[in-house]
Nanobody, 117 residues
Framework: QVQLVESGGGLVQPGESLRLSCAASGSIFRLYVMGWYRQAPGKQRELVAD???????YYADSVKGRFTISRDNAKNAVYLQMNSLNPEDTAVYYC???????????WGQGTQVTVSA
């Protein structure tokens, strides 16, 4: 069992930055692929970025070059640095942990990111 708690969301203007954090507890963090998903109103939840225990990363095309995912295995934490935010990035952002072997998946409660002038 893994517990995930996100923080760092908020309201920003277009072009500004935010850094999301996700603190994990309850299991061996390094065994999990950590990801950030987002869900905008009326849309399906989508994968934004993920990172393996060794640091390999994936980014959705819509965020490449603007967002950076990182993890600190010693702190059981994963981060999402979001730069050059635009209104299309407005969504609830969820932290996800997926076990690298049995693929069990856990979700945080979500944090709201709103980009508006």
């Amino acid at each position: 069992q893994v517990q995930l708690v996100e923080s760092g969301g908020g309201l920003v203007q277009p072009g500004e930055s935010l850094r999301l954090s996700c603190a994990a507890s309850g299991s061996i963090f390094r065994l999990y692929v950590m990801g950030w998903y987002r869900q905008a109103p009326g849309k399906q939840r989508e994968l934004v970025a993920d990172i393996g225990s060794g640091g390999s990363t994936y980014y959705a095309d819509s965020v490449k070059g603007r967002f950076t995912i990182s993890r600190d295995n010693a702190k059981n934490a994963v981060y999402l640095q979001m730069n050059s935010l635009n209104p299309e990035d407005t969504a609830v952002y969820y932290c996800n942990a997926r076990h690298s072997i049995d693929r069990r998946s856990y979700w945080g409660q979500g944090t709201q990111v709103t980009v508006s002038a």
